[in-house]
């Protein structure tokens, strides 16, 4: 079984998926991590070197590798279930959770993070206002596909007991 966290950027899939895997006593994995680890580079390099669908492409490969784990939980990019078909994939090989934040909240998160994270890199904070909100606007459709929607700050782990694991 795996459990596929999904969601904007700074919603927290890596912090919570970090804490589920500790909760059910499972491994944890990031997927930009195996990106970084399998290119050689890291990830804003990658964006650099071959753009965002460059990047897309190998994260997608990455994301397949991930099909012969068992017992992990792993954290995705914020656009890896907006690329191709990755959103069904993931629905179909393990079970996937969506953590839904209000725009508002990923502002305030975003807002002194933006140095490490390519797409918000250069944005001055009117345009990353306007940036999570055109963005989330795309992605939501793909995020709302998980098999479950929660809000990390008020239900950390209530879904667990829904899943069947």
Do not use: H
């Not at 191709?84 to 807002?111: A, F, H, I, P």
Request: with cysteine; net charge negative.
């Amino acid at each position: 079984m795996k459990i596929y966290v999904v969601g904007f950027m700074g919603a927290g899939k890596t912090t919570y998926g970090s804490r589920l895997s500790k909760f059910l006593r499972w491994a944890f994995v990031d997927l930009d991590e195996l990106v970084a680890d399998k290119s050689g580079i890291s990830i804003s390099e990658v964006f650099k070197e071959k753009g965002e669908v460059g990047f897309r492409e190998i994260e997608s490969e990455v994301l397949r590798s991930t099909e012969r784990y068992t017992n992990t939980v792993v954290a995705t990019g914020g656009g890896t279930p907006c690329f191709g078909d990755n959103m069904e994939w993931m629905n179909r090989v393990g079970q996937t959770v969506y953590l839904k934040v209000s725009e508002e909240e990923l502002y305030q998160r975003l807002l002194f993070s933006r140095a490490a994270r390519p797409l918000i890199r250069d944005l001055n904070d009117d345009g990353l206002l306007d940036f999570i909100r055109d963005v989330m606007s795309e992605r939501e459709g793909y995020y709302l596909q998980a098999q479950f929607v929660v809000d990390p700050v008020v239900t950390p782990f209530g879904l667990v007991r829904r899943m069947r694991l």
